[in-house]
T-cell receptor, first 117, second 113 residues
């Protein structure tokens, strides 16, 4: 069974600094996708970044990058140059693709990030 | 290209009433998913549908909950005889065929009083 683990307590970062949010996963499926979503206090789920298990390079999207370490089964999100608007809950999620590209997402419990001015 | 549209954004129901939550996927997306988020928790998968078919309902409670995605119109998540424990945020997501990316609507926050 697939599983996502996010165990960090609430994270704090100074504005303009970088921060790493941890995510480990467990799956027996050789083909899978890893996602990060941001959920601000307003409640919507905002897609940030995606990494496929067979992608050769780590994914990057603007200030977001995914530190993908396949052997360790970790997919940490790195946010560079933090902004006050980055304060939110962050969820890591996984989809097993061998069973179908459109199979369900499994989410971690999330990490709260607070950016200090 | 509008995103995933969910309505209503907020829904209040008395215990025993029915709740109907609607989701219109993004244009070109034929796969719809429903997730539930309890306070201070992550999203839990409920059901995955394609047009007129339920593909995976392994996360749906056996009683009172049902979902459909008709050939025409939005996907509907229906909760009959709501109880206080049904109070949660319900999110819909959609994906295009053969593409693992998933995009979420803004959610419907159901409060049972």
């Amino acid at each position: 069974a697939q599983k996502i683990t996010q165990t960090q307590p609430g994270m704090f970062v100074q504005e303009k600094e970088a921060v790493t949010l941890d995510c480990t996963y467990d799956t027996s499926d050789p083909s899978y996708g890893l996602f990060w979503y941001k959920q601000p206090s307003s409640g919507e789920m905002i897609f940030l970044i995606y990494q496929g298990s067979y992608d050769q390079q780590n994914a990057t999207e603007g200030r977001y990058s995914l530190n993908f370490q396949k052997a360790r089964k970790s997919a940490n999100l790195v946010i560079s140059a933090s902004q006050l608007g980055d304060s939110a809950m962050y969820f890591c999620a996984m989809r097993e693709i061998t069973t179908g590209a459109n199979s369900k997402l499994t989410f971690g419990k999330g990490i709260t990030l607070s950016v200090r001015p | 290209n509008a995103g995933v549209m969910q309505n209503p954004r907020h829904l209040v129901r008395r215990r025993g009433q029915e709740a109907r939550l609607r989701c219109s996927p993004m244009k070109g997306h034929s796969h719809v998913y429903w997730y539930r988020q309890l306070p201070e928790e992550g999203l839990k998968f409920m059901v995955y549908l394609q047009k007129e078919n339920i593909i995976d309902e392994s996360g749906m409670p056996k009683e009172r909950f049902s979902a459909e995605f008709p050939k025409e119109g939005p996907s509907i998540l229906r909760i009959q005889q709501v109880v206080r424990g049904d109070s949660a945020a319900y999110f819909c997501a959609s994906s295009p065929p053969m593409d693992p990316e998933a995009f979420f609507g803004q959610g419907t926050r159901l409060t049972v009083v």
